[in-house]
């Protein structure tokens, strides 16, 4: 036998759908073999173009999918979320069978969300290459895997398994015709365009135009363009269409992933009139502006600009609010505000200054020491401190410190903010300050859509350069902060203080805690198993301390300040044996970290093993990740671990090389650099070929982003067993 798959899927699943994929898997499917079979929500039908076959001709066969009301399924690109259909066909030995062929597909939206793909029916047509060699007389039996994702609020994948046996007859003898649901689909496929496709980048984005004659006759219909590859343009922006005699201009926002130079965009033009709906296969070339459009040529900048630079970094600061690494500290953040709104407008602005101050004072002394460790030589990059494991012991300790305070094991100060209260005045602006810090201490971590491309570019320019956008970095983080402070209706929304703020407070200490045993889990990666008896030993110490120092008030002044000395030896000595205790284990660490790949599915990257490889044409995954990189631990998990993408690496023969940057390596970050990425996750996949360039992944994955980044023209293989 001889199966062939296809696969077709979007990155990226949005949260509540993955966990409707969770929730609904056990409602997944797997049908006995017949013609027919159903779930609850599709029934599915193996259909051919004739009623028998002849030896060496080709046929079409066609998977038709029933869809009850309200619900769908995917086309080729799924758009913003959702799984394509994808068919793996058993066959007898010589049969072949080809890629889908995709019916021109409708648009569905969902809030924000726009997907692409088919509902009541569709038809999915596949041809069939009958070999020679089928024996008159004899059946041909087709057997179909299909999988596909169905979906209303909540999505459902499923499978089943269809058979149709055919009768193979000599050449010529006569037959019935086959199932008429095959000329149907046929019908709804998209043709070639019958007009000059060309892609330019105007101001706002990009220009899908068309030149031809009768474009002028679609003014009254609607027009829209779908991209058959992710990422290539935004799927829910609007495509504002202006005609002008034989002439069409389809405005484009670009997404994600925008087109690399030198390709062409791909897709199908669908023009919906009242009695009609017609589809028109569209191949972009990047093309000089037409005249009086305004527009450049499509194609990527080698960098970005300083403007565009300081753009990305404001975004990717806003945007790193929302990564996981933060979300300890915006519960120190939320809470300091509650306590804050309801003073005077003035003394609530001065607060959001003082913690905005304190955010861009801490990117100031990053960019800083980036500065001096560049002109030393150094190549480093974002969140280059974690790779330190006496920092993220220290970073351990203090979000344990934070966790206590919070807890109300003692008490510093008069700053509901935590760090720094200590140092706080009366209105507790240094409490807001060192609020900022910590915010900016614990976002390092992690990076954001928009970040890499900032800080490659930021990198490699000069330090005032280097600064501004470090800064620009720094005002996202701190902004949503700063406007609640400075607006008065978005302060009114939020709760009056009161006693339930003392019970908040001491829950939000559980983020904390959660934030110090996971860099204890990292300080195990970078200084070995024992790293956690003395990180362990250290925060035992730090309670010690803590309750010596809590206790210590209401005592005579002598007892005072010897519980006060005894709480600083026991906090000096975590501190100390830390130090001692993770450097010595460190190199120990670092020289087990290369024999620990017994029975993984990876393989450790180094330049030499990498060249070896391209050198002899093989393909290559590369992961660059780090233990202290929770976007890196996600993907990895949710992913890179996937069965599916495992078997996809397998099957292609591909080689998965993983680069651990948690320690500084000089080769990982040269190999960032190349890619004008200064900090991890960067995920690339090199197809078949010595000189065949780089597909770079998005930084949030899912085993359909890596096996649709996988299945690129030169590696065909991929879609056969």
């Not at 057997?143 to 398994?161: D, R």
């Not at 706080?424 to 602006?429: F, N």
Request: hydrophobic share 50%; with cysteine; glycine share 10%.
């Amino acid at each position: 036998m001889h199966a062939t798959t296809r696969t077709h899927a979007r990155p990226g699943l949005l949260p509540a759908l993955a966990l409707g994929i969770g929730l609904a898997l056990s409602s997944t499917g797997s049908m006995a073999a017949g013609p027919q079979a159903s779930t609850p929500q599709v029934r599915a039908e193996l259909v051919a173009s004739v009623s028998a076959v002849e030896p060496g001709e080709q046929i079409r066969l066609g998977v038709q999918q029933k869809i009850i009301p309200h619900w769908h399924t995917y086309w080729v690109n799924p758009g913003d979320s959702g799984l394509a259909t994808t068919i793996a066909w058993t066959l007898p030995e010589g049969a072949t069978a080809g890629d889908i062929q995709w019916p021109s597909p409708g648009r569905f939206a969902m809030g924000p969300i726009t997907n692409y793909g088919f509902e009541n029916e569709v038809t999915l047509l596949s041809a069939l290459n009958i070999p020679a060699n089928a024996r008159p007389g004899a059946l041909f039996p087709v057997k179909a895997t299909v999988n596909w994702l169905v979906c209303q609020e909540t999505c459902i994948p499923q499978q089943v398994e269809l058979e149709l046996n055919l009768p193979v007859v000599a050449a010529g003898s006569p037959r019935q015709p086959g199932s008429p649901l095959i000329a149907q689909a046929a019908a709804r496929l998209p043709v070639a365009s019958p007009w000059q496709a060309e892609l330019t980048r105007t101001a706002s984005g990009l220009n899908l135009g068309l030149s031809g004659a009768g474009l002028g006759a679609l003014k009254a219909a609607d027009v829209w363009f779908y991209p058959d590859q992710w990422g290539r343009i935004a799927h829910g922006a609007a495509q504002p269409v202006k005609i002008e005699g034989d002439r069409l201009n389809l405005s484009l926002t670009p997404d994600d992933d925008p087109l690399p130079a030198g390709q062409t965009l791909g897709g199908v033009l669908v023009v919906s009139s009242p009695d009609s709906v017609k589809g028109y296969v569209i191949q972009a070339s990047s093309a000089a502006a037409p005249a009086g459009a305004g527009t450049t040529p499509a194609a990527p900048a080698a960098e970005p600009t300083l403007g565009a630079a300081l753009l990305f970094a404001l975004f990717g600061g806003l945007i790193l609010n929302l990564m996981p690494c933060v979300f300890p500290v915006l519960s120190i953040k939320a809470l300091s505000l509650l306590k804050h709104v309801h003073q005077s407008p003035a003394r609530t602005r001065l607060q959001g200054l003082a913690y905005t101050a304190g955010v861009l004072a801490s990117f100031l002394a990053l960019a800083g020491v980036l500065i001096a460790l560049k002109a030393g030589g150094s190549e480093v990059g974002w969140g280059f401190q974690f790779q330190s494991p006496v920092f993220v012991l220290g970073v351990a300790y203090l979000m344990f410190v934070v966790g206590l305070s919070l807890s109300g094991a003692f008490t510093v100060g008069a700053s509901a903010a935590g760090v720094g209260a200590a140092l706080a005045d009366k209105p507790g602006y240094t409490g807001s300050f060192f609020t900022g810090v910590l915010a900016t201490v614990v976002a390092t971590p992690c990076t954001a859509p928009f970040m890499g491309a900032a800080l490659g570019f930021a990198l490699g320019q000069p330090g005032p350069v280097l600064l501004a956008v470090f800064l620009s970095l720094g005002l996202g983080l701190a902004l949503p902060y700063l406007l609640l402070s400075f607006w008065p209706a978005l302060q009114r929304l939020l709760p009056r203080p009161g006693r339930w703020m003392e019970r908040l407070k001491e829950f939000l200490a559980f983020p904390m805690y959660g934030a110090a045993v996971w860099l204890v889990w990292v300080l195990a990666q970078q200084a070995g198993p024992n790293a956690i008896a003395i990180a362990l030993g250290g925060m035992l110490a730090i309670a010690f301390a803590a309750w010596l120092y809590a206790n210590s008030h209401a005592v005579r002044p002598l007892a005072r300040h010897g519980s006060r000395g005894l709480a600083a030896l026991a906090l000096g000595l975590a501190l100390a044996g830390g130090y001692i205790g993770i450097r010595t284990g460190a190199a120990d660490a670092a020289q087990a970290a290369t024999t620990k790949v017994s029975g993984k599915t990876w393989e450790p990257y180094s330049k030499a093993r990498f060249d070896a490889l391209r050198a002899e044409g093989k393909p290559v995954f590369v992961n660059f990740t780090a233990a202290w990189c929770i976007t890196c631990l996600a993907n990895e998990r949710v992913a890179l671990s996937d069965e599916s993408v495992i078997a996809a690496f397998r099957q292609a023969g591909i080689t998965y090389l993983k680069g651990d940057w948690t320690n500084q390596d000089p080769q990982i970050s040269a190999h960032l650099a190349d890619f004008g990425r200064s900090g991890v996750p960067l995920y690339l996949f090199y197809p078949d070929g010595d000189k065949t360039e780089a597909r770079v992944l998005p930084q949030l994955l899912t085993p359909a982003t890596v096996i649709a980044a996988l299945q690129t023209p030169s590696s065909p293989h991929l879609a056969k067993e």
